[in-house]
């Protein structure tokens, strides 16, 4: 099991060793290091990563919101927890404001319950970055389909299915129809189909639409393969 390394930035060596006995006492993997003020830490932390950092707020000699502030501006991927005297709202507020994760107040059971909640803490954390790093892969996979799609010769577009509505189409139906990509992102199915189907085959295609709502919204596959012509709008369309 890999060590989950804690840093604490602490001036009181009693309260460092304390904190540093109830994290090994909880689970064996842990592994803290104490540095005694915000310099330290930041030097620290420039030499490597760790799953959390408790910053005393009450640090003499420092602001701990200054502390607090360098810790944020140089980005150091780890959760900021810091710890307060007092149970005061309103420093509370204004940490969290600031960039701190979390805090904890020094009660006093604090050094039982120090370790189990800096835990939930690293895994809350962990989870976010997880789900950042996710919705970042898929941002960045639609920005690729989308340059993709603005390069093809064939109308290409994504249909919002709970919505009925045309979420994207691209340049293409410019070329091919005469309408815009404007004219028709965000309109609804009806409309869309009423607009570039040919009037012969709306009432083919929106039963087979209707039919493919139907079974995806009941966990079914129905795919339907159709065929139907276009219409065109020759007020639109610049013919060479």
Not at 52 to 60: E, G, K, M, N, T
Not at 166 to 195: F, H, Q, R, W
Request: glycine fraction near 4%; aromatic fraction near 10%.
């Amino acid at each position: 099991m890999p060590e989950k390394k804690i840093l604490i930035i602490e001036d009181n060596p009693d309260h460092a060793e304390l904190s540093h006995r109830a994290f090994i006492r909880y689970r064996s993997d842990y592994k803290v290091t104490v540095a005694t003020h915000g310099g330290a830490a930041l030097s620290l932390m420039n030499q490597q990563s760790y799953a959390a950092v408790l910053l005393d707020y009450f640090l003499p000699g420092e602001d701990g919101l200054k502390v607090l502030k360098s810790l944020k501006n140089a980005r150091f991927s780890a959760p900021i927890i810091v710890v307060t005297g007092l149970k005061d709202v309103d420093l509370a507020v204004q940490l969290l404001k600031e960039g701190a994760y979390d805090y904890i107040s020094k009660v006093p059971n604090y050094f039982d319950v120090l370790p189990v909640v800096v835990e939930k803490v690293i895994d809350k954390y962990r989870m976010e970055r997880k789900k950042e790093q996710l919705r970042n892969r898929i941002i960045e996979s639609e920005r690729k389909y989308r340059r993709l799609a603005e390069n093809a010769g064939d109308i290409i577009y994504q249909i919002n299915i709970r919505e009925g509505i045309c979420e994207y189409i691209n340049s293409a139906v410019k070329a091919v129809t005469g309408y815009s990509p404007d004219e028709v992102t965000g309109k609804d199915l009806d409309y869309v189909m009423e607009t570039f189907v040919h009037p012969d085959d709306i009432l083919f295609v929106k039963e087979n639409w209707s039919k493919f709502r139907k079974n995806k919204t009941s966990g079914e596959r129905f795919l339907p393969d159709i065929q139907y012509r276009m219409a065109v709008s020759y007020t639109h369309l610049t013919l060479p």
